[in-house]
Protein backbone atom coordinates (compact mmCIF):
# COMPACT_ATOMS: atom_id res chain seq x y z
CA UNK A 1 0.00 0.00 0.00
CA UNK A 2 0.66 3.73 -0.32
CA UNK A 3 3.14 5.20 2.22
CA UNK A 4 3.26 8.19 3.39
CA UNK A 5 6.29 9.90 6.14
CA UNK A 6 6.42 12.51 8.71
CA UNK A 7 9.38 14.03 9.77
CA UNK A 8 10.32 14.54 12.72
CA UNK A 9 8.05 12.23 14.47
CA UNK A 10 8.22 14.17 18.45
CA UNK A 11 9.48 17.55 18.88
CA UNK A 12 9.88 19.79 21.63
CA UNK A 13 10.53 23.36 21.42
CA UNK A 14 10.42 26.42 23.38
CA UNK A 15 7.67 29.46 23.41
CA UNK A 16 7.77 32.03 20.41
CA UNK A 17 9.88 29.21 18.50
CA UNK A 18 8.63 28.19 15.02
CA UNK A 19 8.84 24.39 14.19
CA UNK A 20 8.67 22.61 10.57
CA UNK A 21 6.69 19.12 10.08
CA UNK A 22 7.45 17.26 6.77
CA UNK A 23 4.73 15.32 5.27
CA UNK A 24 6.18 12.72 2.30
CA UNK A 25 4.12 10.59 -0.15
CA UNK A 26 6.93 7.96 -0.56
CA UNK A 27 5.94 5.83 -3.67
CA UNK A 28 3.04 7.79 -5.17
CA UNK A 29 2.45 11.12 -6.17
CA UNK A 30 -0.14 13.51 -3.95
CA UNK A 31 -2.13 16.24 -5.58
CA UNK A 32 -3.66 17.32 -2.32
CA UNK A 33 -2.44 16.50 0.91
CA UNK A 34 -4.40 17.23 4.51
CA UNK A 35 -3.44 18.28 7.71
CA UNK A 36 -5.26 17.48 10.89
CA UNK A 37 -4.45 18.14 14.49
CA UNK A 38 -5.53 15.61 17.08
CA UNK A 39 -5.64 16.25 20.81
CA UNK A 40 -5.72 14.18 23.74
CA UNK A 41 -8.58 11.75 23.94
CA UNK A 42 -10.22 13.75 20.93
CA UNK A 43 -10.61 13.15 17.19
CA UNK A 44 -9.00 14.45 14.32
CA UNK A 45 -9.62 18.17 13.17
CA UNK A 46 -8.88 19.13 9.70
CA UNK A 47 -7.11 22.10 9.77
CA UNK A 48 -6.02 22.80 5.96
CA UNK A 49 -6.15 21.14 3.08
CA UNK A 50 -3.02 21.76 0.97
CA UNK A 51 -2.65 21.15 -3.18
CA UNK A 52 0.44 21.27 -4.92
CA UNK A 53 1.50 24.32 -6.70
CA UNK A 54 -1.32 26.24 -4.83
CA UNK A 55 -2.14 28.05 -1.87
CA UNK A 56 -3.56 26.32 1.11
CA UNK A 57 -7.43 25.93 1.82
CA UNK A 58 -7.37 26.86 5.53
CA UNK A 59 -10.97 25.70 7.93
CA UNK A 60 -12.41 27.99 9.56
CA UNK A 61 -11.11 28.84 12.73
CA UNK A 62 -7.56 28.05 11.97
CA UNK A 63 -5.03 31.13 11.18
CA UNK A 64 -3.09 30.80 8.10
CA UNK A 65 -0.46 33.10 9.49
CA UNK A 66 0.20 30.79 12.23
CA UNK A 67 0.15 27.47 10.59
CA UNK A 68 2.00 27.94 7.07
CA UNK A 69 1.59 25.53 4.54
CA UNK A 70 3.58 24.76 1.42
CA UNK A 71 3.17 21.95 -1.02
CA UNK A 72 6.01 22.31 -3.30
CA UNK A 73 5.89 19.29 -4.95
CA UNK A 74 4.31 15.91 -5.60
CA UNK A 75 5.86 14.35 -2.99
CA UNK A 76 6.36 17.11 0.11
CA UNK A 77 3.86 19.44 1.94
CA UNK A 78 4.83 21.17 5.29
CA UNK A 79 3.67 22.61 8.17
CA UNK A 80 5.31 25.47 9.88
CA UNK A 81 3.97 26.54 13.28
CA UNK A 82 5.23 30.01 13.85
CA UNK A 83 5.91 31.42 17.25
CA UNK A 84 4.65 27.96 18.98
CA UNK A 85 2.73 27.95 22.39
CA UNK A 86 2.15 25.95 24.62
CA UNK A 87 -1.36 25.61 23.40
CA UNK A 88 -0.21 24.54 19.99
CA UNK A 89 1.04 21.72 21.52
CA UNK A 90 -0.46 18.30 20.31
CA UNK A 91 -0.28 15.70 17.51
CA UNK A 92 -0.10 17.05 14.15
CA UNK A 93 -0.98 13.89 11.63
CA UNK A 94 -1.08 14.34 7.78
CA UNK A 95 -2.57 12.63 4.58
CA UNK A 96 -2.17 12.12 0.89
CA UNK A 97 -4.48 11.94 -1.63
CA UNK A 98 -3.04 10.44 -5.01
CA UNK A 99 -3.90 12.16 -8.26
CA UNK A 100 -7.20 11.33 -10.04
CA UNK A 101 -5.27 11.19 -13.48
CA UNK A 102 -2.97 8.23 -12.14
CA UNK A 103 -3.93 4.97 -13.37
CA UNK A 104 -5.24 2.91 -10.47
CA UNK A 105 -6.55 6.12 -8.86
CA UNK A 106 -8.63 5.10 -5.45
CA UNK A 107 -9.70 8.57 -4.10
CA UNK A 108 -8.00 7.05 -0.88
CA UNK A 109 -6.31 8.91 1.88
CA UNK A 110 -3.06 8.16 3.94
CA UNK A 111 -2.07 9.23 6.53
CA UNK A 112 1.40 9.69 7.89
CA UNK A 113 2.40 8.57 11.66
CA UNK A 114 1.93 11.79 13.06
CA UNK A 115 4.35 14.13 14.62
CA UNK A 116 3.63 15.09 18.91
CA UNK A 117 4.71 18.76 19.43
CA UNK A 118 5.07 19.99 22.58
CA UNK A 119 6.10 23.47 23.38
CA UNK A 120 7.18 24.57 26.78
CA UNK B 1 -23.68 20.20 6.56
CA UNK B 2 -22.42 16.74 7.26
CA UNK B 3 -21.34 14.94 10.45
CA UNK B 4 -20.16 11.69 11.91
CA UNK B 5 -21.37 10.65 15.53
CA UNK B 6 -19.75 7.36 16.78
CA UNK B 7 -22.17 5.97 19.57
CA UNK B 8 -19.92 4.93 22.86
CA UNK B 9 -16.44 6.61 23.30
CA UNK B 10 -15.43 3.29 24.93
CA UNK B 11 -16.52 -0.34 24.02
CA UNK B 12 -14.89 -3.37 25.99
CA UNK B 13 -15.49 -7.09 24.39
CA UNK B 14 -13.59 -10.36 25.66
CA UNK B 15 -11.29 -11.97 23.50
CA UNK B 16 -13.48 -13.91 21.22
CA UNK B 17 -16.66 -12.01 21.32
CA UNK B 18 -18.44 -10.00 18.37
CA UNK B 19 -17.14 -6.39 18.21
CA UNK B 20 -19.62 -3.89 17.15
CA UNK B 21 -18.43 -0.28 16.74
CA UNK B 22 -21.44 2.08 15.47
CA UNK B 23 -20.99 5.27 13.12
CA UNK B 24 -24.21 7.33 12.28
CA UNK B 25 -24.13 9.97 9.71
CA UNK B 26 -25.78 12.79 8.36
CA UNK B 27 -25.11 14.30 4.75
CA UNK B 28 -27.29 15.40 2.21
CA UNK B 29 -25.78 13.39 -0.56
CA UNK B 30 -24.43 10.41 -0.91
CA UNK B 31 -21.50 10.08 0.99
CA UNK B 32 -18.38 7.78 1.08
CA UNK B 33 -17.44 6.16 4.02
CA UNK B 34 -14.57 5.01 5.51
CA UNK B 35 -13.58 3.06 8.44
CA UNK B 36 -10.15 3.93 10.09
CA UNK B 37 -7.87 2.29 13.17
CA UNK B 38 -5.54 4.20 15.08
CA UNK B 39 -2.75 2.62 17.69
CA UNK B 40 -1.21 4.73 20.18
CA UNK B 41 1.05 7.09 19.35
CA UNK B 42 0.77 6.59 15.38
CA UNK B 43 -1.52 7.41 12.51
CA UNK B 44 -4.62 6.01 10.71
CA UNK B 45 -4.82 3.26 9.05
CA UNK B 46 -7.61 2.33 6.47
CA UNK B 47 -10.11 -0.73 7.12
CA UNK B 48 -12.34 -0.19 4.92
CA UNK B 49 -14.43 1.89 2.93
CA UNK B 50 -17.72 2.84 0.94
CA UNK B 51 -18.23 4.26 -2.14
CA UNK B 52 -21.90 3.49 -3.50
CA UNK B 53 -20.59 -0.27 -4.47
CA UNK B 54 -21.64 -3.13 -2.71
CA UNK B 55 -23.49 -2.09 0.85
CA UNK B 56 -21.74 -4.94 2.91
CA UNK B 57 -17.78 -3.67 2.88
CA UNK B 58 -15.29 -6.33 3.83
CA UNK B 59 -11.88 -4.47 5.27
CA UNK B 60 -8.40 -6.23 6.21
CA UNK B 61 -8.05 -8.09 9.65
CA UNK B 62 -11.34 -9.89 9.55
CA UNK B 63 -13.66 -6.49 9.98
CA UNK B 64 -16.63 -5.41 7.83
CA UNK B 65 -19.22 -2.87 7.78
CA UNK B 66 -23.04 -2.40 6.15
CA UNK B 67 -24.07 0.14 5.32
CA UNK B 68 -27.71 0.96 5.38
CA UNK B 69 -28.94 3.97 3.65
CA UNK B 70 -32.34 3.96 5.41
CA UNK B 71 -31.00 4.28 8.89
CA UNK B 72 -27.95 6.26 8.04
CA UNK B 73 -25.51 4.18 9.38
CA UNK B 74 -22.48 2.45 8.88
CA UNK B 75 -21.70 0.22 11.93
CA UNK B 76 -17.73 -1.93 11.86
CA UNK B 77 -18.20 -5.42 12.98
CA UNK B 78 -15.96 -7.94 13.43
CA UNK B 79 -17.16 -11.88 14.47
CA UNK B 80 -14.21 -12.38 16.63
CA UNK B 81 -12.00 -10.37 18.68
CA UNK B 82 -8.38 -10.55 19.29
CA UNK B 83 -6.28 -8.97 21.39
CA UNK B 84 -4.25 -6.88 18.82
CA UNK B 85 -7.88 -5.04 18.00
CA UNK B 86 -7.45 -3.08 20.95
CA UNK B 87 -7.33 0.03 19.42
CA UNK B 88 -8.88 3.04 18.62
CA UNK B 89 -11.59 3.07 15.67
CA UNK B 90 -12.48 5.87 13.59
CA UNK B 91 -15.86 6.62 11.12
CA UNK B 92 -15.31 8.70 8.34
CA UNK B 93 -17.27 10.93 5.73
CA UNK B 94 -16.32 12.55 2.28
CA UNK B 95 -18.64 12.82 -0.89
CA UNK B 96 -17.31 12.92 -4.38
CA UNK B 97 -16.88 16.65 -4.63
CA UNK B 98 -15.33 17.38 -1.48
CA UNK B 99 -12.04 16.36 -3.11
CA UNK B 100 -11.28 13.69 -0.52
CA UNK B 101 -11.84 15.92 2.53
CA UNK B 102 -12.93 14.18 5.14
CA UNK B 103 -15.06 14.51 8.32
CA UNK B 104 -14.97 11.76 11.24
CA UNK B 105 -16.54 10.99 14.07
CA UNK B 106 -15.51 11.24 17.70
CA UNK B 107 -13.84 7.89 18.00
CA UNK B 108 -14.55 4.98 19.87
CA UNK B 109 -11.54 3.00 21.76
CA UNK B 110 -12.23 -0.69 21.73
CA UNK B 111 -10.71 -2.57 24.66
CA UNK B 112 -9.90 -6.68 24.26
CA UNK B 113 -10.09 -8.43 27.68
CA UNK B 114 -8.44 -11.64 27.99
Known amino acids: GAVVSQHPSRVICKSGTSVKIECRSL??????MFWYRQFPKQSLMLMAT?????????EQGVEKDKFLINHASLTLSTLTVTSAHPEDSSFYIC????????????????FGPGTRLTVL | AQSVTQLGSHVSVSEGALVLLRCNYS??????LFWYVQYPNQGLQLLLK??????LVKGINGFEAEFKKSETSFHLTKPSAHMSDAAEYFC????????????FGQGTILTVHP
Open chain 1, 95 to 110: SARGSPRERGFTDTQY
Open chain 1, 27 to 32: DFQATT
Open chain 1, 50 to 58: SNEGSKATY
Open chain 2, 27 to 32: SSVPPY
Open chain 2, 50 to 55: YTSAAT
Open chain 2, 92 to 103: ALSFLTSYGKLT
